[in-house]
């Protein structure tokens, strides 16, 4: 009687896992982790709803907040419904073609994300640099144009991901590292030859950091221009228009970086500390950009008190 060989037959159903050692709490940590979820879609709701009805705000540095605020909906939207089902209900399967489509959707709106704040320091370049000219250069069509060449480049450059992985073949292995699908947690568990999505797989996350890299040489160029500025009271005032954009680019990088050292150069890493920054990496900047750009931006917060009727002291 012929038996089939176990090694070949392949599954069609991945497992996510939650916070390993801390099962006992899943339900408790469901509760800040949707309280986060809640507050993250209400304020980036509450930034684009300002932005869109304020004619006042109708300028280049609020439509590319716009721009973040949609990214980080889209990220919060894409991870964190499959991280609370884990928590609240320990339901871990998820079929291999949603968890396909939810790895495109969440580096999608990674990719997007990085891209916006690369054009949020070039923006804040030219008002330092050309202040006087900023309307003229960022005029609305051109903010426009910029915005949908970045949402076109992000998709394009995360589409071949999907249909790369699907090309796999998945055999026995179908326990993933987190509370959601990514490319190279996915592509481990393949048991056919994934070396096109490895360098491929490589080449984003290359493309990723190169925005940052670009943000980076961006605030080389601006603080070059402050330092010129002859009056310290007018450099302080220029610096602080790069408060809010600083604070999210660090927001949105410092965990992608931790994670990435520890992954390469930790010889004892612990498991729960790279799934804890993983999982502050989808939480943290959607809930913590509204917050940072009503606090740092007086105008997003005047309107934002105004709503509320109150008062801005």
Same mark, same amino acid.
């Given at each position: 009687m012929f038996l089939p060989n176990t090694?070949?037959?392949e599954v069609s159903m991945f497992l996510l896992i939650g916070i390993p050692g801390l099962e006992h709490m899943h339900v408790w940590l469901s509760i800040p982790i949707c309280l986060m979820y809640l507050m993250a879609i209400l304020g980036n709701c509450t930034i684009l709803c300002i932005i869109r009805t304020e004619t006042s705000l109708h300028e280049p540095m609020y439509y590319f907040l716009s721009m973040l605020a949609l990214s980080d909906l889209g990220l919060s939207f894409s991870s964190i419904p499959t991280m609370l089902r884990i928590f609240l209900f320990n339901t871990m399967g998820i079929s291999a073609d949603a968890c396909i489509a939810q790895e495109f959707f969440i580096h999608g709106f990674t990719d997007m994300e990085s891209s916006v704040l690369l054009i949020m320091s070039f923006d804040r370049f030219v008002a330092i640099r050309h202040p006087l000219r900023y309307s003229s250069i960022l005029t609305d069509s051109r903010v426009m144009q910029i915005g949908l060449a970045f949402a076109v480049k992000s998709i394009l450059l995360v589409l071949p991901l999907p249909f790369? /992985?699907? !090309? /796999? !073949? &998945?055999?026995?292995k179908r326990l993933l590292s987190h509370s959601y699908c990514l490319h190279q947690d996915v592509m481990k568990l393949a048991c056919s030859d994934n070396r096109?999505?490895? &360098?491929y797989g490589l080449f984003v996350a290359l493309c990723m950091m190169s925005d940052c890299v670009f943000i980076a040489v961006s605030y080389v160029f601006i603080l070059r221009t402050v330092l010129g500025i002859a009056s310290h009271g007018e450099r302080l005032k220029a610096l602080n228009t790069c408060v809010s954009h600083i604070s999210a680019v660090l927001i949105f990088y410092v965990p992608i970086i931790t994670l990435a050292t520890m992954h390469r150069f930790a010889k004892h890493k612990s498991p729960l500390a790279m799934i804890l920054i993983a999982d502050a990496f989808l939480l943290v900047p959607p809930l913590m950009n509204p917050i940072v750009y009503c606090v740092k931006t007086w105008q997003i917060r005047v309107k934002v008190l105004e709503r509320l009727g109150l008062k801005s002291k």
């Open positions: 090694s070949e037959i790369t /992985l699907k !090309r /796999l !073949r &998945y055999c026995n096109v999505n490895f &360098y």
